[in-house]
């Protein structure tokens, strides 16, 4: 059973930073890419930022590149991102996730398994 914990999340400024970190087990990390959407309230779930199986390839929605940097430490199981010069629009539940790729994928139906969501929220 692949469980994803994610923490990190917050109350921030605008321009302010946060780190979340999730944090992966019950299959084999290293082999698979992950991931990281965002929901907003009455809005559908959003992709943020994809990284592949070894942390050499990542994505990112146009929204958030030159912000946002996701990374990985396969030894410790545990992907993160890295949330620069926040805006009120970033506010959202952030979740991790993965499926069974090791490419980058940016569609919200490769993905299978879903952490618990860590809350995010940049006031103006």
């Known amino acids: 059973q692949v469980q994803l914990v994610e923490s990190g999340g917050g109350l921030v400024q605008a321009g302010g930073s946060l780190r979340l970190s999730c944090v992966a087990s019950?299959?084999?990390?290293?082999?698979?890419?992950m991931g990281w959407f965002r929901q907003a309230p009455g809005k559908e779930r959003e992709f943020v930022a994809g990284?592949?199986?070894?942390?050499?390839?990542?994505r990112y929605v146009e929204s958030v590149k030159g912000r946002f940097s996701i990374d990985r430490d396969n030894a410790k199981n545990t992907v993160i991102l890295q949330m620069n010069n926040l805006k009120p629009e970033d506010t959202a539940v952030y979740y991790c996730?993965?499926?069974?790729?090791?490419?980058?994928?940016?569609?919200?139906?490769?993905?299978?398994?879903w952490g618990q969501g860590t809350q995010v929220t940049v006031s103006s």
């Open positions: 990284i592949n199986w070894s942390g050499v390839s990542t």
């Open positions: 019950g299959r084999t990390f290293s082999k698979y890419a």
């Open positions: 996730s993965t499926g069974f790729y090791s490419g980058v994928r940016l569609a919200r139906e490769d993905y299978n398994y």
